[in-house]
C-alpha cells in the first residue's frame, strides 16, 4: 500500500460517506434522483433501449465471474500458482458482504417501487442502495487490471474497467431500475474493494502455500506408477551382500526392490563388484605397530647365515 493509495482509500471513505449522508438527509442529491427518474430516459431515447439491455449484462455478477473465471483459470495453469483465482475469490467476497451489509441495512427502494415524489424512501425493505450491478463492474473487470503484468497493460485494462463500470452504472439509471445516487455509491463501494485489495495478499499468499501443498500432495496420491532414479555412477549405492538394491522413488518415498538375479559369480548384471562386508576404520583410529626383525623378506634358496666356527691348527687360530 502506497501513500498514493493510502490517500485515495481515505477520500473514497469520505467520498461514499457524503453520499449516504446526502441520501439520508434528502439534501440536493435526493430532488437530482428525482428528476432524472421522472425525466425517464429509456422513453427519450428508445432506440438504444435493446443494447442497453444486453450492455447492462456486464454487471451482472453470475456472468461476469463465469467469463473472468474462467480467464483467470487458464492464467493459474499457466503460471502453475493458485494467485489470480484467489484474488478474484477475495475481491468478490469482499463486494458481497459490504455491499450486501449496505443493502440491507439501508433497505431503499428502487425508482420503479418509489411511494411519494421528493423522498429518499430508505428503510422500506428495499435492497437497491448501492447499486451491485456498479460495484461489481468496478470490481470484476478491474481485478484484470489488477493482475496485469506490465505497467502499460495494467492503465489500459483500468481505462477499459472504469469505461466499462462508467457505462454500466449509467446504463441503469437510462432503465430507470437505480437512482442516480445509487450508482455513485455503487463506483465508490467497489473502488474501496480494489483499494483494499493490497492488505490482503499476505492472507492470500497464506492460503496460497497451504492449497498448493494440499494439491501436489493430493496429485502424488494419485500419481501412476513409481518412476526409477537415476543409477549411481560410483559403489557408493551398492549395499553389503550378494544382492543390489536399487532405489525406486513411489509416490514421493524411497523403497527398495531386490536387483534381478545374473551376471557372473561376484560381479552384478551392471559389473560392479561386489565384496563381503568389512569393518572400516580411520587411520587415526589404528594402533601403531612396529615391526621386530629383519625388514628383508625371507629367500627359501638362501640359507640362514650363522656364527663363523673357530679352530685352532698348531698353536693358530683358523676360521672357517
Known amino acids: ?114 411511494t411519494a415524489i421528493g423522498t429518499n424512501e430508505m428503510w422500506l425493505g428495499g435492497d437497491i442502495f448501492p447499486s451491485g450491478h456498479t460495484a461489481n463492474a468496478v470490481v470484476t473487470w478491474g481485478v484484470l487490471a489488477y493482475l496485469a503484468t506490465t505497467p502499460l497493460r495494467r492503465r489500459i485494462l483500468s481505462v477499459i474497467a472504469a469505461l466499462g463500470a462508467l457505462g454500466v452504472g449509467m446504463t441503469t439509471v437510462y432503465l430507470g431500475t437505480h437512482w442516480v445516487s445509487d450508482v455513485l455509491l455503487g463506483w465508490a463501494a467497489g473502488l474501496l474493494v480494489m483499494l483494499a485489495l493490497p492488505w490482503c495478499e499476505p492472507g492470500m499468499a497464506w492460503a496460497e502455500a497451504r492449497l498448493m501443498a494440499a494439491l501436489w500432495g493430493l496429485r502424488d496420491r494419485l500419481g501412476g506408477a513409481a518412476r526409477p532414479l537415476p543409477v549411481p555412477a560410483s559403489p557408493a549405492g551398492v549395499t553389503a551382500g550378494v544382492s543390489r538394491q ?50 628383508r623378506p625371507p629367500h627359501a634358496d638362501r640359507a640362514p647365515r650363522t656364527a663363523p666356527v673357530t679352530t685352532t691348527v698348531r698353536g693358530r687360530s683358523q676360521g672357517s
Open 1 to 114: 500500500m502506497t501513500r498514493t493509495r493510502h490517500w485515495l482509500f481515505g477520500g473514497t471513505v469520505a467520498v461514499y460517506a457524503a453520499i449516504v449522508l446526502g441520501v439520508l438527509t434528502t439534501s440536493w442529491l435526493v430532488t437530482l434522483d428525482w428528476q432524472v427518474m421522472l425525466f425517464r430516459p429509456y422513453k427519450q431515447w428508445p432506440d438504444i433501449h435493446a443494447f442497453l439491455d444486453y450492455f447492462v449484462v456486464l454487471g451482472q455478477r453470475g456472468p461476469t465471474a463465469v467469463a473472468v473465471g474462467a480467464w483467470l483459470v487458464w492464467r493459474c495453469w499457466r503460471q502453475k500458482n493458485l494467485h489470480p483465482m484467489l484474488v478474484l475469490g477475495v475481491a468478490l467476497l469482499m463486494l458481497n458482504v459490504t455491499v450486501g451489509a449496505a443493502k440491507i441495512g439501508m433497505g431503499r427502494l428502487g425508482p420503479h417501487y418509489a
Open 246 to 295: 536399487r532405489a525406486v522413488a513411489e509416490d514421493g518415498v524411497l523403497v527398495r526392490e531386490p536387483a534381478v538375479a545374473g551376471g557372473r559369480q561376484g560381479r552384478s548384471p551392471d559389473t560392479w563388484p561386489h565384496h563381503p562386508a568389512r569393518p572400516h576404520t580411520t587411520r587415526s583410529e589404528r594402533t601403531p605397530v612396529t615391526p621386530t626383525g629383519s625388514r
